[in-house]
């Protein structure tokens, strides 16, 4: 791969750097001029209070959508070329391009894939990513300065959690211009700095990942031109909870992606207890909590963005004096 070639001649930082320029460049040239095969939003759909689809965000209905088949493929392949090469990266870019391709099938569904299958193969992928960290890694973790010894068996039931609920708070996130994209980079860019030393060469991989954002929310950003969709939230989520597993502080997730949890996972918990129970639950409140804020509170969808990203922004300053304290 290209890495070993560089890495004689350039220190690894000025590498991450290339590559960041890279797929920022290519990713601003493609969706400036998005393919023409790439799908076209089809709306979006909330549950109300009485377990009914809601239709939401109509101004995005026709946009380009499923860009993040292009800006994800180009952020795997320039990983795979200017990261260290291993066979557990390999795996990994591997597993994340089926997230990709899963989310982009999705999108480009005439109708679209039901709750069932999805989740089916969103846990599928969840485990074949945890038995690879498991087969690579220990299930040792670190928690404010102490190193504990997760017993495998439980370790992996919750990284499968783990993964698979990242993966379905960060797409229920991505309702509104910017808001699934900025939050990211703002964590992937906190993950690269507080644990960049645990990390190790994975920095690259978060680093690489957010430049990539930074070029899709240039068109992303209200009014948008094009929409990630699920090939791009999906696999974002997917690595948002390996990056944290890699990191050694798999818990660290709970604060970094705080923003996502509350926003998207608080709708997810609040249709599982109403199909659950048969009765209302939160019935006051829209989620995700990005409708709430725009439906029902006459939030712009500048300001809804700008807030979200103030609240992860504290939310990382928080996380990095507790790893600084410990």
């Not at 109300?48 to 995005?60: F, I, M, P, Q």
């Not at 952020?75 to 557990?88: A, N, R």
């Not at 190193?147 to 039931?157: E, F, L, M, T």
């Amino acid at each position: 791969m290209l890495y070993s070639f560089l890495s004689n001649k350039i220190p690894d930082n000025i590498i991450i750097l290339i590559a960041s320029a890279i797929c920022f460049c290519l990713t601003y040239m493609c969706m400036a001029k998005p393919f023409s095969f790439l799908p076209r939003d089809g709306g979006k759909f909330v549950i109300d209070a009485n377990g009914k689809k809601v239709a939401v965000n109509e101004s995005s209905n026709g946009k380009v959508t499923g860009v993040g088949l292009i800006f994800i493929c180009l952020y795997l392949v320039l990983s795979l070329l200017f990261v260290p090469f291993s066979i557990e990266l390999l795996l990994y870019i591997i597993l994340a391009g089926f997230m990709m391709l899963t989310g982009y099938l999705d999108d480009a569904s005439k109708s679209p894939w039901g709750e069932l299958v999805k989740g089916v193969l969103d846990l599928l992928l969840a485990v074949l990513a945890v038995v690879v960290f498991l087969v690579f890694n220990s299930s040792d973790i670190s928690i404010l300065g102490y190193d504990k010894h997760i017993p495998i068996v439980i370790y992996a039931v919750l990284a499968v959690m783990l993964i698979w609920g990242s993966i379905n708070v960060t797409n229920c996130s991505d309702g509104v211009d910017g808001l699934c994209g900025t939050v990211s980079t703002i964590e992937l860019i906190a993950l690269a700095f507080i644990y960049g030393n645990d990390l190790k060469e994975y920095t690259g991989v978060a680093i690489i990942l957010a430049f990539a954002l930074v070029a899709y929310l240039a068109f992303n950003w209200n009014p948008s031109t094009v929409l990630m969709g699920d090939a791009g939230s999906r696999t974002i989520g997917f690595m948002l909870a390996l990056l944290c597993m890699k990191s050694g502080h798999p818990f660290s997730f709970i604060l970094l992606s705080f923003v996502f949890l509350f926003d998207g996972g608080l709708g997810l918990l609040k249709l599982a207890v109403m199909r659950v129970t048969k009765k209302p639950f939160l019935s006051k409140i829209r989620f995700p909590f990005h409708d709430e804020l725009r439906k029902n509170r006459g939030w712009k969808i500048p300001k809804i963005v700008v807030f979200f990203s103030i609240c992860e922004i504290i939310f990382a300053v928080i996380t990095g004096l507790i790893v600084k304290i410990a």
